[in-house]
């Protein structure tokens, strides 16, 4: 998470960037009390399919789904316009990040410190099947290179 947390978003990866828009739009239309589904989910499809990875809007839906009704805390994700990455994105990519080398009981065992219960293990399986068709456009979050923290600002 800490190689994500409060870095320019401008340093991320081309994979980590959908990924927060998406996750950042996602949580922006909850927060307005629209359904996720409707015209910003149409719109993350679309974004998605144009990218190849349209069967991951689905496995992206369940992520965000079981986070928003099951974690254990509240998760912090910023406005569509915010210069830098949130606790909650920051979390949310660096499990995606993971996959690449972390073996599967570690992602359980942090997914399961993240929701409420026998979610963690739903979140597992929808996590994967996103990472799979992110990796498989190669859109996997990767780590920044460089380390361009900063204290405070761009909130």
Request: hydrophobic fraction near 45%; include cysteine; charged fraction near 25%.
């Amino acid at each position: 998470m800490y190689a994500f947390v409060d870095q320019d978003v401008r340093v991320l990866d081309e994979g980590s960037r959908l990924v927060l828009w998406a996750s950042r739009a996602w949580v922006c239309a909850v927060s307005r009390g629209e359904c996720p589904e409707g015209h910003i989910g149409q719109e993350i499809a679309a974004v998605f399919q144009q990218r190849g990875i349209a069967d991951a809007f689905a496995h992206f839906g369940m992520v965000m789904l079981i986070l928003n009704r099951h974690a254990r805390d509240d998760l912090d994700f910023g406005h569509l316009a915010c210069r830098r990455v949130h606790e909650g994105e920051a979390l949310l990519l660096s499990v995606l990040s993971s996959l690449r080398e972390a073996g599967e009981d570690d992602i359980r065992a942090t997914l399961n410190l993240l929701v409420e219960g026998e979610w963690g293990r739903s979140c597992l399986s929808a996590i994967r099947g996103l990472g799979l068709e992110l990796a498989d456009m190669g859109l996997l979050p990767r780590p920044p290179e460089t380390n361009h923290q900063t204290t405070g600002g761009g909130r």
